[in-house]
């Protein structure tokens, strides 16, 4: 009975201690971030070979100045507002107009920003042997500065003539609900000879520290896909030690972040090549650079890939790319937790509100799991029948723990008890609890959803502590159900206390994942309630 508590105890400070990291990290205040010295998304820009897009080239001149200043292109759809610098026709900032900053505020969630110590930028261009890109970025012409989306699509074109003949005719392609940006590039060779180009995208993104935990820092870094692994991640730290280098059929690359996701999708027919670098301003830049495109004389091609800023959403990103949707972290348990969040979703579908879904699923998930429940309560009853002849054995043998431990074992087999029944059924469960906790965490669509009453944004803390406080009291409650037979006076306080250091934790957690916890503690005292009066009527002892 004491390895159970023990077992019992160690799984609820494990689970403790890596849900405060995790909530540390993700919400947990952040640290001023230093002054670096002010960039330009041109800083980075292709060097003059080519062959490598972000490569810093040694010979300053080879790279354009801060001098070279381009208008900035606004552009508005029903989901996105970007601003492209003609000077290479970047996207250098992106607002998600669906995706409030904070709840109720006027603000958008600013996914890219063009300057400064957070800067975080998505760069595209033709580069190869004759590519534009190539060594100083080009200033494209257009027609107007401010293009707003008025029916299912938009079109915005910027055109650029090369002294080499090369008019390339640059278009970002919008669609009506959607976060996904086709860039195309028309180009049409003038000159009299054969043309060679290959088109790159890449991100770049400021690696400044905001804030977390040592122990489990939340992801923010690159993540890539190839043919053999539908999803890498490739943090900075991985960039820093060494540049990623790999040629695969189709592929993406992407920055990942608490809910959110930009990622470059080149074209998936073809072999593209994934890489990443550091910069000498500090920035991490992922990317892809595709295979080269032959333009005969007086032909045209157009050369096509998708950037996508926006949510994670995982039906969205499963149909843009394979393995697109795994940017949705769910960690280790991620093959638990998708089913789970599957069904979520269904019941969110039904019933329209994700607070009563969270409730329904746990009653759900614990009715599937009450058989190990029962398990598990039967076999600490059948150790607590059998207390007094530990006790006799113990006075017994005394220090001779060999001696002591074969008998116990002979006890055991004799009156069929496992001494790890109750805690097999625990183990069970703590994959279901830790997988159900990183849906909750992690699921965009739980973003400032509303609930009832005061509980208006099930991603962020309870205001009043109410949901912390009966989860407290709950897990009192089931202490008081089970009685307490360890002798360490130590392991008594502190089984003791883990109802309220437990709601202090829950104080700063998600009300969401508290509101599972809840449910979850009063489903299982209904549960004890009815294991225990079976227990009795067979004559088993509940205390």
Not at 208 to 227: K, L, W
Not at 305 to 321: R, V
Not at 425 to 441: C, E, G, R, T
Request: net charge neutral; glycine share 8%.
């Amino acid at each position: 009975m004491e390895s159970q508590r023990s077992f019992l105890l160690i799984g609820l400070a494990m689970v403790s201690f890596l849900l405060w990291q995790q909530w540390q990290v993700d919400y947990g205040p952040q640290p001023a971030q230093p002054v670096e010295s002010q960039q330009t998304v041109g800083s980075d820009a292709p060097n003059s070979n080519g062959d490598v897009p972000i490569a810093t080239p040694t010979n300053k001149s080879a790279l354009p100045t801060q001098s070279v200043v381009g208008k900035v292109i606004s552009v508005t759809t029903d989901t996105l507002q970007l601003s492209i610098n003609t000077v290479g026709g970047d996207v250098i900032s992106a607002n998600l107009l669906k995706y409030p900053l904070e709840q109720g505020s006027q603000g958008t969630y600013s996914l890219l920003r063009p300057s400064g110590p957070t800067i975080f930028v998505a760069q595209s261009g033709l580069v190869g042997t004759n590519g534009i890109d190539k060594g100083s970025r080009p200033t494209y012409s257009v027609g107007q500065d401010n293009f707003v989306m008025e029916g299912d699509s938009l079109t915005v074109p910027i055109t650029y003539t090369a002294k080499s003949g090369l008019r390339v005719t640059k278009e970002f392609i919008f669609s009506k609900n959607s976060h996904e940006v086709k860039v195309n590039y028309h180009v049409e060779n003038t000159s009299s000879d054969v043309k060679s180009v290959k088109q790159f995208g890449q991100l770049k993104q400021s690696t400044v520290d905001q804030g977390g935990s040592m122990f489990m820092p939340t992801y923010r870094g690159g993540a890539f896909s190839t043919e053999d692994e539908r999803y890498e991640k490739y943090s900075f730290d991985d960039m820093q030690d060494k540049n990623l280098n790999q040629s695969t059929p189709a592929g993406w690359a992407a920055m990942i972040e608490h809910y959110f996701v930009s990622a470059w999708v080149p074209p998936q027919d073809q072999i593209n090549s994934l890489y990443s670098k550091m910069t000498q301003n500090g920035n991490a830049i992922i990317g892809f650079i595709g295979q080269p495109v032959d333009i005969e004389s007086g032909q045209s091609v157009d050369i096509q890939s998708s950037l996508y800023l926006g949510p994670k959403d995982q039906d969205t990103l499963e149909k843009i790319a394979r393995g697109l949707d795994l940017t949705v972290d769910y960690g280790f348990l991620w093959w638990i937790s998708k089913y789970l969040f599957a069904f979520l979703q269904f019941i969110h579908s039904l019933i329209g509100n994700w607070g009563f879904s969270i409730i329904l699923i746990t009653i759900v998930v614990k009715g599937a799991m009450y058989p190990l429940t029962k398990a598990q309560y039967e076999s600490m009853a059948k150790m607590r029948a059998l207390k007094p002849k530990m006790d006799a054995l113990k006075e017994r043998y005394g220090d001779d723990k060999q001696k002591m431990q074969q008998a116990m074992m002979e006890m055991y087999k004799k009156d069929k008890v496992n001494p790890m029944g109750g805690c097999f059924p625990l183990l069970l469960q703590m994959p279901i609890f830790l997988a159900l906790y990183w849906v909750l965490l992690e699921s965009v669509e739980l973003r400032h959803a509303d609930f009832i009453f005061w509980i208006t944004d099930l991603s962020v803390k309870d205001p009043y502590f109410v949901l912390p406080i009966l989860t407290g009291l709950s897990m009192y409650l089931l202490q008081k159900l089970q009685p307490m037979t360890m002798t360490d006076p130590m392991q008594q306080k502190i089984m003791q206390f883990m109802p309220v250091a437990m709601s202090l934790f829950f104080f700063i957690f998600p009300a969401g994942l508290v509101l599972y916890w809840l449910i979850s503690n009063i489903i299982t005292l209904i549960q004890a309630k009815i294991i225990y009066a079976s227990m009795e009527k067979r004559g088993l002892k509940t205390k």
